[in-house]
């Protein structure tokens, strides 16, 4: 079959476009697989890196397990380069304590310098930051059985728990007055849920005791609605009333702040400008 120059012409536009097009793609691919290739190598390494120091933190700081490590920041490697990392946080949840039973510790380590020699944080490793936010947390269930008050459950103050932006501090810890105490005080033989606001303090020469301050009982939405009668109210308050020696700050750092998140309390202490050795995480 005869065609015309320009059916030709257009058949062989056709196909140039087609090489174009299959070109295009082929770059496109190869581009799109060194970048995955990047990503994919700087979040190796940052595993790495994490896994090291999630090991190094847990022999100083002689826990039976891994504490959850995160290096934040993307890429990685360009700071483990500078040997300096924007932030760093470690969670270790469920930690042995001799008064509360159990604890958990949180730091968050801002703008760290790590030692020139290596990017990776060793169990020797000295770190300079510019701000460390440290926090010791006792859940509901620990805290209501020191307390002799197994149902125990902790809220923050109803003003702030309605408050959309939801705590005091960056970390989202409320006030340290006016919480929200509900449970059974069988030790005042009352065996009704009732609600109690508590107020939060520390106390002691090194400031790790947290002392508990009830204040009165507490009724209507939000609360176990139940009134106490006249003669029993003392006692309620007193079933309440508590101290917890020994909570001592991830880094020996001093409490700046106290009160609730969730269900939990929490002692909380910020500094500026300090040096951090792993061994210092846990301080009970």
Known sequence: MLISRAEQGEVERVGQNGRVRRVVVGVIAAVTAVAVTAVGVDFGAAIYAEYRLARAVRSEAKLNFDPWVGIIGFPFISQA???????????????????????????????????????LIDAESALPVAEVESRIIIDSTHLGRFMGIPDLLV???????????????????????????????KAADFDERVSISVDLSVAGPDRTTLVF????????????????????????????????????????????????????????????????????????
């Open 81 to 119: 380069a500078d040997r300096h990392y924007s932030q760093i946080e470690i969670r270790a949840n469920g930690v042995d304590h001799p008064v509360a039973g159990k604890v958990s510790y949180e730091a968050t380590l801002y703008s760290i310098d790590v030692p020139k020699d290596s990017w």
């Open 155 to 185: 809220e923050a103050p109803a003003k702030e728990t309605n408050n959309a932006t939801g705590g005091t501090t960056e970390s989202g810890i409320s006030g340290s007055k006016g919480l929200v105490f509900t449970g059974t005080p």
């Open 213 to 284: 301050t009830p204040t009165g009982v507490l009724t209507g939405a939000g609360t176990a609605d139940q009134e106490v009668p006249e003669d029993k109210t003392a006692a309620v308050l007193a079933a309440f009333t508590s101290t917890m020696p020994g909570l001592k700050l991830p880094f020996g750092l001093a409490p700046t702040s106290e009160g609730a998140r969730g269900s939990d309390v929490i002692i909380e202490g910020i500094a500026e400008g300090v040096t951090v050795s792993l061994n210092e995480f846990t301080q009970s």
